[in-house]
């Protein structure tokens, strides 16, 4: 008698993905869909797709889920998060969505606490117009619009962005993963779906950002883009957990920030930790 070990998630639908060969959005695809099968919340949740590569995540995706503008997702997720508050929310965003034109709607949505789950896509490039300066783009980093690579006294420095969320009172959960090895692909399993239970748990905002390849635009194949990463990318974006207020003792970001601002006038008060990533191998990046 056979025994399934693997099988594709329920919250996926049948359609076959569109993306590149070497592209990793079809697995955070994959675990972004076994979280909702996990955590028995298809029925209620509701996904943003964004502009860019993983525009057709509508397809993909079983839940119900809105198109937003370039950009725009933490917005219409925030309202759709207010006007259902029972419902799961998140919005599936690129590095030039969320970190360019979305920058703005990516903050505030964050400072404001709003309890939507983000997962971000950092591939280092624009994907779907044709490889272009990204703001995640790395120092040196040739794309279509920096054929010299990137001059960062003229370009500035790339941004890491959950590094920058976690210093707002309002984020929850701001976590950097990848998906290069059966190893990371669990660790990142776990980061999302942590995220979505803090959603669930009203914690707070959740952010979790996956550091992605884009062969293609790289001009890598696959296995060369995955190498490319490892060697050029994590170097600059460590992975690890930037803040997790659940983890340093707090029920929400409320509670976190009333703690710290005691802090500010009581030094003996209990503080909520955010100042650095926990890259300790023994916790969220090890394979348990």
Not at 68 to 89: D, Q
Not at 120 to 141: D, R, V
Not at 172 to 189: E, F, G, H, I, M
Not at 259 to 270: D, E, F, H, S, T
Request: with cysteine.
């Amino acid at each position: 008698m056979s025994k399934v070990v693997f099988e594709r998630p329920d919250a996926l639908t049948d359609a076959q993905f569109s993306y590149c060969p070497g592209c990793t959005h079809g697995i955070v695809h994959r675990l972004v869909a076994e979280t909702m099968d996990e955590l028995g919340i298809e029925g209620t949740t509701v996904g943003v797709a964004p502009v860019g590569c993983s525009v057709l995540a509508y397809e993909f995706f079983g839940c119900d889920m809105v198109q937003a503008a370039h950009g725009r997702a933490p917005a219409v997720a925030t309202a759709l998060k207010r006007a259902m508050p029972g419902n799961v929310v998140f919005a599936y965003q690129g590095d030039g969505d969320l970190a360019s034109i979305g920058m703005a709607e990516t903050v505030h949505a964050a400072t404001r606490g709003e309890k939507i789950t983000i997962i971000f896509i950092n591939n280092a490039i624009y994907g779907m117009t044709g490889g272009q300066l990204a703001p995640t783009s790395l120092p040196n980093q040739v794309t279509q619009t920096s054929p010299f690579g990137r001059n960062v006294e003229t370009d500035g420095f790339p941004i890491r962005v959950v590094e920058m969320l976690a210093t707002l009172d309002g984020v929850a959960l701001a976590q950097r993963v990848t998906v290069d090895s059966p190893k990371n692909v669990r660790a990142a399993k776990r980061a999302i779906k942590k995220a979505f239970e803090y959603q669930i748990d009203g914690v707070g905002y959740t952010i979790v950002e996956v550091v992605s390849t884009c062969p293609t635009n790289w001009g890598l194949s696959p296995a060369d883009a995955l190498q490319w990463m490892r060697d050029m990318m994590l170097p600059y974006y460590p992975l690890g957990v930037y803040k997790d207020v659940v983890a340093d003792g707090f029920s929400t970001v409320a509670e976190a920030a009333t703690a710290k601002a005691l802090a500010l006038v009581n030094p003996a008060a209990p503080a909520a930790d955010s100042a650095g990533a926990d890259t300790d191998p023994s916790t969220e990046g090890s394979d348990r």
